[in-house]
């Protein structure tokens, strides 16, 4: 102790003591099993682009999904067996295993979350991670302003897509795919919860129900969403699913091709 102190003032040891906010910040945007940050390393221009997110419902088997093509898109989980998007995202285990062959295939970027586990996607060298708060209800949650700030974790990948098109400077990003109608679809009796099929038989995971979590963050986000100079849209097909009542100004997929693909 004695050496350490007389190499050392007693600032300088505090220093080593109290990391500098920077230099933590720096650290989480460190690569992560090999794996390099989407803030620092994004493999992806957004800028001033026009972003469809897609999710799995079965409204993408509503549309004409060739309508997509002009546009820059990332799709989530098993968007792979209808659609090849630009982008990929995911952040469940059961996922990443029911998609191999696609995901190994794929070579546009794949997004997963910093704490993802260490598997063979991190050998991938388009795969990139993006930082996921904490789970919290709305009262905690802090709108991101850079790519460098954790997402708002609220349940639904989509919701990550949606938060990464923004802050990625997209000028318009719109959601198709995206309908929480899986759990009255069931109660209903009908097997088609995604587009592929029932989704519990196929181990699907997160989303489903439109709750409050979902409905607070999908109806803020149209106004977040602005404040960076975004425009959204909802591309549904279905004029009563749960996440019409978030309000979002809406278009078919024919009227946003016909309106944004100049």
């Known amino acids: 102790m004695f050496l350490f102190l007389k190499q050392y003032n007693f600032v300088e040891v505090l220093m080593l003591r109290i990391q ?15 794996l390099k940050n989407f803030a620092t390393d994004p493999h992806l ?71 993802y586990a260490k598997s063979w996607v991190h050998e991938l060298p388009n795969a990139r991670y993006f930082l996921l708060g904490p789970p919290s209800r709305p009262s905690g949650w802090v709108w ?38 899986a759990v009255q679809q069931s109660l209903r009796g009908e097997t088609d919860t995604h587009f592929y099929g029932n989704g519990p038989a196929l181990q ?4 489903g129900d439109w709750h409050d979590i979902h409905a607070e963050f999908y109806t803020k986000f149209p106004a977040w969403a602005a404040s960076k100079g975004t425009t959204a ?23 946003f091709h016909t309106q944004y693909s100049k």
């Open 204 to 207: 699907s995971t997160g989303g």
């Open 144 to 181: 991101p302003e850079t790519l460098k700030d954790p997402l708002i974790r609220q349940g639904t990948t989509t919701a990550y897509c949606l938060q990464l098109a923004v802050l990625g400077g997209a000028r318009v990003v719109g959601m198709l795919g995206v309908d929480f109608s």
């Open 20 to 34: 500098r906010i920077q230099d933590a910040r720096e650290m989480i945007v460190q690569d992560k099993h090999g």
């Open 233 to 255: 849209i909802n591309l549904t097909p279905f004029p009563d699913t749960p996440i019409n009542r978030a309000g979002w100004p809406k278009l078919s997929l024919e009227e």
């Open 45 to 115: 221009d957004l800028k001033d682009k026009v972003v469809v997110v897609l999710g799995n419902s079965p409204a993408l088997k509503k549309v004409n999904l060739s309508l997509l093509d002009k546009f820059m898109t990332i799709g989530v989980n098993r968007i792979g067996r209808v659609y090849t998007p630009t982008a990929l995202l995911f952040t469940d285990p059961p996922i990443l295993a029911a998609e191999e062959p696609f995901y190994r295939a794929f070579k546009g970027p794949i997004f997963v979350w910093h704490n």
